[in-house]
Structure formats: structure tokens, C-alpha cells
């Protein structure tokens, strides 16, 4: 019977595994009964911390309340009102300056720190209730505190700052525009350290009454700064601008010579004002044409002469050379510098001569030539004398003929001259040949005379007229035109 047994065991197993089937249903129906006492117990435990909570903060500060950048958070009232008026050394405050750091004691002014109702108005707006809102995080705030102190102290203590001994302190500079040596530059601006004394007392009574404990000047805007740095536009433009100038490249053509205006004279007329407008200076721009006029102009001017007898003479006088015509010339230089380009041309002449071979040569080797103390005219043409004669001259000392060199102003043929006499009335007298260089004065022909030369022109001269036989006058008139020179001595 003890042998069967085993045949019995399938029965059993399967009744063991009813069994388990049935503690695993047990286990099912007990997990929310489990889940349940779980929650509730977590649920009073939270209730009893905040419950604890909002008992502690009926007296005590948030947890991240910050006033003046001191934690006050778990602080009762008293506790955090002490924090600012106990400990004066807490409220030095550090002023951080380019070159070093300086302290303001508080101590040293008679600082006397005390709170109104600046804290407890925060306290009373704050409800326990919310305390947990508040657990993390950080509440900042900025109060003004009632603070007293010496203002007379403060203000010795800031002008004993080493900050303000002059011999610490640079003036801040404006960048500005200076001559370089082949172009305008700009010299950079200078910060400086000089520090704004009532704006820095101002910082310091803010910071005692807001618990600051570092101002740093730099950053708080506490040094005086330059109104013009490099790189503002302004300044860029005013660069621009001058060295537009400064390119400018003038060459004035005299013939035989020529004069420059470059860079080296430019710089010397373009003025830049203090807020950077940039204009050429008008009045050394003329002083400079006035030089050139100076220079080389020749009318009126002394030359030297060598007569047809070979004798030495300094001529001078008369309307004869070159003149600058300073209004106009000043103009087109001060339009070829606003241009900025390079140039060559001749200057701009209200009078011009025949040729400009040297300083003092502007006759060359054709003109007229008229001798008073002779009664004699010679016509050179390219160095070659081509016609030689004898003339007669004005009437001195009332009618004589002026002295000089002087431009042929223009030349008419046939014409009719008339003036006054000296003697009263007036005369009328056809010519063939005129050929007018001073005024009323001029050559021509003179037929009604029978002789020329010798002392004629003494009693019975012209009435300043350079009187011609029919042929000389004829052989001038055909070999001049305007502008040639005749010399007269």
C-alpha cells in the first residue's frame, strides 16, 4: 500500500497549487489596504510640517528673503532689525576705484543706522500660511533705512580720499584730429580717473541707507568721461574729411618755375573745431594767393633793361606783367582743395604778359622801345631790331609821357583822337595808325608834322601821345597786338 502512494502525488501538487492561487488572491486584497495607511500616514506628516511651518513663520522671516543683500530668512523681526543697526563695521563700504580700493567707515561720519517700519512692513505683508511658496528661491528687496550721520564729516573723509589728491588724478581728454606727419590723425581719447565728487557723496548716502558694502566707480558711472572717443562717427567723419583735404595736390605753373601746395602747407589751413567740423581756414587760403601775387607778380614791377645803346636801366611802372587776380585764383584753389585732386594749371591772372623767363624778365625779345631824352622808338621782334626812328613825345611838364613798361591795349586802324588842349578848347585829329598803352596815350602816326626828333617835343610836343612817322607807325602796327610790351624811359 506504502508503494502506490506516489501515484497519489500529481493530486496533491495540484491542490498546492490551488492553495497558493488562493494566498496570492489574499495578498491582492490587502495591497490597497496597505497603499491606503501609506497615504495617510504621508498626509499627516505633511500636514504636521506645514503645520509646524506656518507656526514658525507667524514669527520668523520667509526663507528666501533677502533685504539689502543680507539674508533674513528664518529671522524673527528683532532679529533681523538688529542685523542692520548692531554691527556698524558690516556697513563700511569698499570704493573700488581704477588704481585701488578705499573704505568709507561709517564710524568715521557718526553713522547712526535705525529702522522705521521699513522691516516690519515687510514682515507684516508676508502670511505664514504661504510659507512654503517661499522655501526656495530668492527674494530680493531694497529698503531705504533711516540713516543719520555728520555730512560735514563725509565730506572731509572724501576729499582725504586719495582719489581726489591731485597728484593721483588724470583729467579725461577728448580724442581729437592732429597733423600727422603726411596725413591727419586722430590722437585716441584719454579716460582719465577723475571721479565726480557729488555724484560719489550722493552713491556713498545711498549705500549706507541700502546696506551697499562695494561701489565700484567704474561700473556705477562715478568718473568723468570724455565727450569724444576714436571710433565715433563724428570724429571718423571729420578724419574723412580733413584728409580729403590733406590729398589735395596743387602744382601752379610759372613758366620757368613752379610752386606747390601739398600736404605740408594744406595742414596749416584746415581748422577742425572742438565738435569736429572740419572747414578749410578761408583767410590763410588767402594769405597764401597774397603770397603768390607777392612773389611773382610784375606789374608796375622794377626790371632790368638793357637799352638799344647798351646801357644798364631799371625800368619800373606802368600797367605791363603778370597780376594774379587774387578774388578768382583764391576761389579755384579753395574748389581744387575741396576736390581733393591733383592739379597743374597756371594761377588765374587779371593782366598777363608776353612771356615769363625769369623773375624779372617778362619783355623777352619783342617790344617797343622809346627813348624820351632821345625822341627815339625801336621795334624788336625775337631780338632783332626792325624798325628804328625818330618821334616826338609829349609836352612836358603837363603833357609829358608817362614812364614805364606798359601792355599795347589794343590796336584801330584808321581812328579819330580827340581831348582838350592845354591852352583851352579842345583838338580833333584823324589818324591812320592807333595803338593806345596807357589811358589816353599811345603811338600813331602823326602827319601834320613835317619833323620828328631832336627837342621838338620840349615846346612843341603831343599832348602825351608817342607821335610816328606815317611808315614807322605803319611797320608797329603791323608787327604788335594787344598786350605787347613797350618800354619807356
Known amino acids: 500500500m506504502k508503494k502506490e502512494q506516489p501515484k497519489d502525488r500529481p493530486q496533491a501538487k495540484g491542490t498546492g497549487s490551488a492553495s497558493r492561487a488562493r494566498r496570492t488572491v489574499k495578498k491582492k486584497k490587502s ?3 496597505r497603499f491606503r495607511w501609506v497615504a495617510g500616514a504621508v498626509l499627516v506628516i505633511l500636514i504636521l510640517v506645514y503645520g509646524i511651518g506656518v507656526y514658525h513663520y507667524k514669527d520668523h522671516f520667509y526663507r528666501d528673503l533677502y533685504v539689502n543683500n543680507v539674508s533674513l530668512g528664518g529671522m524673527t523681526l528683532d532679529e533681523a532689525e538688529r542685523v542692520f543697526t548692531d554691527d556698524l563695521d558690516s556697513h563700511k563700504i569698499a ?3 581704477k588704481e585701488r580700493t578705499e573704505i568709507i567707515d561709517p564710524q568715521d561720519i557718526d553713522t547712526v543706522i535705525s529702522v522705521g517700519t521699513q522691516i516690519s512692513d515687510l514682515f507684516d505683508a508676508q502670511s505664514p500660511w504661504s510659507w512654503f511658496t517661499h522655501f526656495f528661491g530668492k527674494d530680493e528687496r531694497t529698503v531705504a533705512l533711516d540713516v543719520t550721520f555728520d555730512e560735514e564729516k563725509l565730506a572731509d573723509v572724501v576729499n582725504d580720499l586719495e582719489c581726489f589728491d591731485k597728484a593721483n588724478v588724470t583729467a579725461p581728454e577728448d580724442a581729437y584730429i592732429k597733423a600727422g606727419e603726411t596725413q591727419f590723425e586722430i590722437v585716441p581719447e584719454v579716460l582719465g580717473n577723475t571721479v565726480k565728487k557729488s555724484q560719489l557723496l550722493d552713491a556713498i548716502k545711498t549705500a549706507l541707507a541700502t546696506c551697499v558694502t562695494v561701489i565700484n ?29 590733406a590729398a589735395s595736390h596743387i602744382t601752379y605753373d610759372f613758366k620757368y618755375t613752379t610752386e606747390t601746395v601739398d600736404y605740408s602747407l594744406i595742414k596749416d589751413w584746415v581748422d577742425i573745431s572742438d565738435d569736429f567740423e572740419v572747414s578749410l581756414n578761408d583767410s590763410k587760403v588767402g594769405d597764401y594767393v597774397e603770397e603768390l601775387g607777392s612773389k611773382y607778380n610784375t606789374m608796375g614791377a622794377a626790371r632790368d633793361f638793357t637799352t638799344s645803346s647798351g646801357r644798364e636801366i631799371n625800368a619800373y611802372g606802368g600797367n605791363y606783367g603778370w597780376k594774379i587776380y587774387f578774388d578768382k585764383e583764391k576761389e579755384k584753389l579753395l ?5 581733393g585732386k591733383t592739379v597743374t594749371r597756371e594761377p588765374v591772372y587779371s593782366y598777363t604778359a608776353m612771356c615769363r623767363n625769369s623773375a624779372k624778365d617778362d619783355i623777352g625779345d619783342s617790344y617797343v622801345e622809346i627813348s624820351i631824352a632821345n625822341q627815339e622808338v625801336w621795334l624788336y621782334i625775337d631780338g632783332e631790331c626792325i624798325m628804328n626812328s625818330s618821334c616826338v613825345t609829349g609836352t612836358p611838364p603837363n603833357a609829358s609821357t608817362y614812364t614805364g613798361v606798359y601792355a599795347i591795349t589794343y590796336k584801330k586802324s584808321p ?20 595803338m593806345p598803352f596807357n589811358g589816353n596815350q599811345g603811338m600813331h602816326d602823326a602827319s601834320w608834322r613835317s619833323s620828328f626828333g ?6 612843341n610836343g603831343s599832348h602825351g601821345c608817342v607821335n610816328l612817322p606815317y611808315s614807322a607807325a605803319a611797320t608797329i602796327y603791323k608787327n604788335v597786338e594787344a598786350g605787347f610790351p613797350v618800354v619807356i624811359y
Open 454 to 459: 631832336g627837342s621838338i617835343y620840349r615846346s
Open 31 to 33: 495591497s490597497p489596504i
Open 415 to 434: 581812328d579819330v583822337l580827340t581831348g582838350p588842349n592845354a591852352g583851352g578848347g579842345s583838338y580833333s585829329s584823324e589818324v591812320t595808325f592807333w
Open 95 to 97: 570704493l573700488e576705484e
Open 335 to 339: 574748389k581744387n582743395l575741396q576736390n
Open 217 to 245: 566707480l567704474e561700473e556705477s558711472d562715478l568718473y568723468k568721461l570724455p565727450e569724444y572717443y576714436e571710433n565715433d562717427e563724428v570724429v571718423q567723419n571729420a578724419l574723412a574729411a580733413a584728409n580729403k583735404y
